[in-house]
């Protein structure tokens, strides 16, 4: 945007009169200011983001040093590199004939022979052989000439004796030297012609393209600048009678701005996009204890039915757990399956309508607990996390079903579950210690066999291939299939054997499927997806309904998951917009040297999110971190469109004009680099909302508000920023009258 502001000014000097480097210098002074004002807001708004806690803040904090430097290096190529390539009055096809000596034979023929173009081209191979000649003799006489001069200071004698011949044998090295002199000189000249060659190639091709580029586009451009300059007319009309009912038409723009706060209220809330990617994942969980056996084989039939969706790809099953695996949600009763669709692309639009499909068929035929999951972000599985926190656990798993119950009847909530389930059936040992004192036996002897006869013991490793295998030595399992058996197995090896059930209370109960603690208390969690509703607006109704629950005064629910991180980054987010509009005003505030301006300036920042709310209104997106993050981008952004016109307006009335003719003509002047600017934005954002790919559904919200929110802050700037520039921006300037 710098360079197209800078380039556009130097044009429309030389269209005013001006030769290459005034119109360079002028274009810069005129505009430099304001280029560079309009930079600096912009690296405000990023400063910020370093500040922005959770998501938000991990996403983007690497983004505001990539933005901040790459503004500065466009900030000087539009101040420095721009003017310098544009001053430049055209090419001189200069060059030394050692180095390119096709340029110079063709000078030389034009210059001395006076020779047209096509004779000077054909001049160029003899010019060149002459060069070539004219080199050697000069190299030879440079190199031979002060020996052969030596040898002849001694007359005729000298060559008849020793010194002559010592003397002529000196002439060796003086031919090598020549030799490689000439030779690196060939070599050189060689691969420069080459170069040339090559350069002039791509020279050919480019004017060619340039050519019917410029034959092409003749007419369209032609068009395009007639109707530019209608509508530069047409703008002029406008803000002419606009100026004069500025108070109506900014009251219009007031109501306008109050109704897009009232659409914005109805707008939804969410951490970040759905990512719809063509695979999902299904949660199967059957009842605590079953055998691993039996779990693959209702996992079977769940499989059978995703297969038989015509637009499942694969299916890929996880049954049970590793032996070292940490992770408490899976077991020998539960199975993962990971299905990916045909076409992923096309199919991604369809994700949710094939999700609601198998759940009803698997529903009909399966009773096991079925929980859908997403490709997730950030470790987060489900949407929706309700903590319930408490001390005692099985109190916290009655107010869990409770509120479970009251999670389901939530609109939008789908594959509700509750972290407390079944546990698994435990067979508790209680020792009694003083009937094993009086046997002359401990605890730890007692659990030491028990655990060898039940776990077995491993004495060594069997080495396979390199593969140690465990040798476990336990008792026959046949001798251990009920708990009956295990009370009467013997505590001692001796005769008589004691049994277990001589020696320990032996009972069976179910123990805790888990047990999970957050800041040093237990903590129960219902988990939820969200459907056809934003995150935000289930949350609030989820706490309205669990609100009615009586609980102790200990206990209390409150949001976690994605709800607790979109509220941590909402408020930073905030906080960042504030800090960043702040550092805006200040920055402008240095540039105008004035505390009105700026404000005038700052209008722009409500008049793109006019348009903001309307764009994400239209399209059905929820406000997320990416539209907050797009936000605090469109705050120093769109300000640099109002920064440009502002600024020609005060140079303007510097310059001696009224106010409002200084308005209108700033408004004319700065019309094409403010459209060309917004244009190029817009563009350039285009393929982010087009595009289909991986990650789209992330980047996209942000393209819509960034889009949206330049393009209404431009149209709405044209006309709402010399409206309130003309009521706020001072009166004019009293002619001062000299004393006669």
Same mark, same amino acid.
């Given at each position: 945007?710098?360079?197209?502001?800078?380039?556009?000014?130097?044009?429309?000097?030389?269209?005013?009169?001006?030769?290459?480097?005034?119109?360079?210098?002028?274009?810069?002074?005129?505009?430099?200011?304001?280029?560079?004002?309009?930079?600096?807001?912009?690296?405000?708004?990023?400063?910020?983001?370093?500040?922005?806690?959770?998501?938000?803040?991990?996403?983007?904090?690497?983004?505001?040093?990539?933005?901040?430097?790459?503004?500065?290096?466009?900030?000087?190529?539009?101040?420095?590199?721009?003017?310098?390539?544009?001053?430049?009055?055209?090419?001189?096809?200069?060059?030394?004939?050692?180095?390119?000596?096709?340029?110079?034979?063709?000078?030389?023929?034009?210059?001395?022979?006076?020779?047209?173009?096509?004779?000077?081209?054909?001049?160029?191979?003899?010019?060149?052989?002459?060069?070539?000649?004219?080199?050697?003799?000069?190299?030879?006489?440079?190199?031979?000439?002060?020996?052969?001069?030596?040898?002849?200071?001694?007359?005729?004698?000298?060559?008849?004796?020793?010194?002559?011949?010592?003397?002529?044998?000196?002439?060796?090295?003086?031919?090598?030297?020549?030799?490689?002199?000439?030779?690196?000189?060939?070599?050189?000249?060689?691969?420069?012609?080459?170069?040339?060659?090559?350069?002039?190639?791509?020279?050919?091709?480019?004017?060619?393209?340039?050519?019917?580029?410029?034959?092409?586009?003749?007419?369209?451009?032609?068009?395009?600048?007639?109707?530019?300059?209608?509508?530069?007319?047409?703008?002029?009309?406008?803000?002419?009678?606009?100026?004069?009912?500025?108070?109506?038409?900014?009251?219009?723009?007031?109501?306008?701005?109050?109704?897009?706060?009232?659409?914005?209220?109805?707008?939804?809330?969410?951490?970040?996009?759905?990512?719809?990617?063509?695979?999902?994942?299904?949660?199967?969980?059957?009842?605590? %204890?079953?055998?691993?056996? &039996?779990?693959?084989?209702? !996992?079977?039939?769940? @499989?059978? *039915? =995703?297969?038989?969706?015509? /637009?499942?790809?694969?299916?890929?099953?996880?049954?049970?757990?590793?032996?070292?695996?940490?992770?408490?949600?899976?077991?020998?009763?539960?199975?993962?399956?990971?299905?990916?669709?045909?076409?992923?692309?096309?199919?991604?639009?369809?994700?949710?309508?094939?999700?609601?499909?198998?759940?009803?068929?698997?529903?009909?035929?399966?009773?096991?607990?079925?929980?859908?999951?997403?490709?997730?972000?950030?470790?987060?599985?489900?949407?929706?996390?309700?903590?319930?926190?408490?001390?005692?656990?099985?109190?916290?798993?009655?107010?869990?079903?409770?509120?479970?119950?009251?999670?389901?009847?939530?609109? %939008?909530?789908?594959?509700? &579950?509750?972290?407390?389930? !079944?546990?698994?059936? @435990?067979? *508790? =040992?209680?020792?009694?210690? /003083?009937?094993?004192?009086?046997?002359?036996?401990?605890?730890?002897?007692?659990?030491?066999?028990?655990?060898?006869?039940?776990?077995?013991?491993?004495?060594?490793?069997?080495?396979?291939?390199?593969?140690?295998?465990?040798?476990?030595?336990?008792?026959?399992?046949?001798?251990?299939?009920?708990?009956?058996?295990?009370?009467?197995?013997?505590?001692?090896?001796?005769?008589?054997?004691?049994?277990?059930?001589?020696?320990?209370?032996?009972?069976?109960?179910?123990?805790?499927?888990?047990?999970?603690?957050?800041?040093?208390?237990?903590?129960?969690?219902?988990?939820?997806?969200?459907?056809?509703?934003?995150?935000?607006?289930?949350?609030?109704?989820?706490?309205? !309904?669990?609100?009615?629950?009586?609980?102790?005064?200990?206990?209390?629910?409150?949001?976690?998951?994605?709800?607790?991180?979109?509220?941590?980054?909402?408020?930073?987010?905030?906080?960042?917009?504030?800090?960043?509009?702040?550092?805006?005003?200040?920055?402008?505030?240095?540039?105008?040297?004035?505390?009105?301006?700026?404000?005038?300036?700052?209008?722009?920042?409500?008049?793109?999110?006019?348009?903001?709310?309307?764009?994400?209104?239209?399209?059905?997106?929820?406000?997320?971190?990416?539209?907050?993050?797009?936000?605090?981008?469109?705050?120093?952004?769109?300000?640099?469109?109002?920064?440009?016109?502002?600024?020609?307006?005060?140079?303007?009335?510097?310059?001696?004009?009224?106010?409002?003719?200084?308005?209108?003509?700033?408004?004319?002047?700065?019309?094409?680099?403010?459209?060309?600017?917004?244009?190029?934005?817009?563009?350039?954002?285009?393929?982010?909302?087009?595009?289909?790919?991986?990650?789209?559904?992330?980047?996209?919200?942000?393209?819509?508000?960034?889009?949206?929110?330049?393009?209404?802050?431009?149209?709405?700037?044209?006309?709402?920023?010399?409206?309130?520039?003309?009521?706020?921006?001072?009166?004019?300037?009293?002619?001062?009258?000299?004393?006669?």
């Amino acid at each position: 945007d710098n360079s197209i502001v800078v380039l556009e000014s130097i044009f429309r000097c030389k269209e005013e009169g001006d030769d290459v480097v005034d119109a360079a210098n002028r274009g810069v002074k005129e505009v430099g200011s304001a280029v560079i004002a309009s930079t600096l807001t912009t690296i405000s708004v990023f400063f910020p983001i370093v500040f922005v806690e959770g998501i938000a803040g991990q996403l983007f904090g690497d983004l505001s040093l990539t933005v901040t430097f790459s503004l500065l290096a466009s900030l000087l190529t539009a101040l420095y590199l721009i003017p310098l390539v544009a001053s430049r009055k055209g090419t001189v096809r200069k060059s030394d004939r050692q180095f390119v000596w096709i340029l110079q034979a063709y000078r030389d023929a034009q210059v001395k022979d006076n020779a047209g173009r096509g004779d000077a081209i054909a001049q160029i191979l003899p010019r060149g052989m002459e060069y070539m000649i004219t080199y050697l003799t000069e190299t030879a006489q440079d190199i031979f000439g002060p020996a052969i001069e030596v040898t002849r200071g001694f007359g005729g004698r000298f060559t008849a004796t020793i010194l002559g011949a010592l003397a002529y044998i000196a002439f060796i090295p003086l031919a090598i030297l020549f030799l490689l002199q000439v030779t690196l000189k060939t070599v050189a000249t060689f691969f420069n012609t080459v170069f040339f060659g090559i350069c002039l190639v791509f020279a050919g091709i480019f004017i060619v393209i340039r050519a019917l580029l410029r034959v092409i586009m003749w007419i369209p451009l032609q068009v395009f600048d007639v109707c530019f300059n209608a509508f530069k007319s047409a703008y002029a009309v406008l803000l002419t009678h606009s100026l004069r009912f500025s108070p109506i038409l900014l009251l219009l723009v007031m109501l306008l701005s109050i109704h897009a706060a009232y659409r914005g209220m109805n707008l939804g809330a969410e951490l970040i996009p759905p990512m719809k990617q063509g695979e999902f994942g299904i949660h199967m969980e059957a009842r605590a %204890g079953i055998r691993l056996e &039996e779990t693959q084989e209702r !996992a079977a039939r769940i @499989e059978s *039915i =995703i297969r038989e969706m015509e /637009e499942v790809d694969s299916v890929t099953v996880e049954i049970g757990q590793e032996s070292t695996s940490t992770e408490t949600d899976q077991g020998e009763n539960v199975a993962i399956f990971s299905v990916t669709l045909k076409n992923p692309d096309e199919m991604a639009a369809y994700q949710d309508e094939i999700i609601e499909r198998l759940r009803e068929r698997i529903t009909k035929v399966s009773s096991e607990e079925i929980t859908f999951t997403l490709p997730s972000l950030f470790s987060f599985k489900t949407a929706i996390e309700l903590q319930i926190v408490g001390e005692d656990l099985n109190e916290l798993r009655r107010i869990g079903e409770m509120a479970l119950k009251k999670v389901h009847d939530v609109p %939008g909530v789908v594959d509700a &579950e509750l972290s407390v389930k !079944a546990g698994y059936p @435990e067979v *508790i =040992i209680e020792l009694d210690r /003083e009937l094993l004192a009086a046997k002359n036996l401990s605890p730890f002897q007692v659990a030491e066999r028990i655990r060898r006869e039940v776990q077995g013991d491993i004495p060594t490793k069997f080495n396979q291939s390199g593969e140690k295998v465990d040798i476990r030595v336990r008792t026959n399992q046949s001798m251990l299939n009920s708990v009956q058996d295990l009370k009467s197995l013997s505590v001692t090896d001796g005769s008589p054997p004691i049994p277990l059930q001589d020696v320990a209370r032996i009972r069976e109960d179910e123990g805790p499927s888990e047990i999970r603690r957050i800041d040093q208390r237990q903590v129960v969690l219902i988990n939820a997806n969200v459907e056809d509703r934003d995150l935000n607006a289930v949350t609030v109704d989820i706490m309205d !309904a669990v609100a009615d629950i009586p609980v102790p005064s200990d206990y209390y629910f409150t949001p976690g998951g994605q709800s607790k991180e979109l509220a941590t980054s909402q408020t930073s987010l905030y906080y960042a917009l504030i800090l960043a509009v702040f550092l805006v005003y200040v920055v402008m505030a240095c540039q105008f040297e004035s505390i009105l301006h700026p404000a005038l300036v700052m209008f722009s920042v409500p008049l793109a999110f006019i348009g903001v709310i309307y764009a994400l209104d239209w399209t059905n997106t929820d406000i997320s971190v990416m539209v907050f993050l797009g936000g605090i981008v469109l705050a120093g952004i769109v300000v640099n469109d109002a920064i440009v016109l502002v600024d020609y307006i005060n140079q303007l009335r510097a310059r001696g004009k009224k106010k409002r003719d200084a308005i209108i003509e700033a408004g004319q002047v700065r019309l094409r680099p403010i459209i060309m600017t917004t244009v190029t934005t817009v563009l350039g954002l285009l393929p982010m909302i087009l595009a289909s790919g991986e990650g789209a559904e992330m980047r996209r919200p942000m393209a819509i508000t960034v889009m949206a929110g330049l393009s209404s802050a431009t149209i709405l700037t044209l006309i709402v920023i010399p409206m309130v520039y003309d009521l706020l921006g001072g009166r004019d300037k009293e002619p001062v009258n000299e004393a006669s």
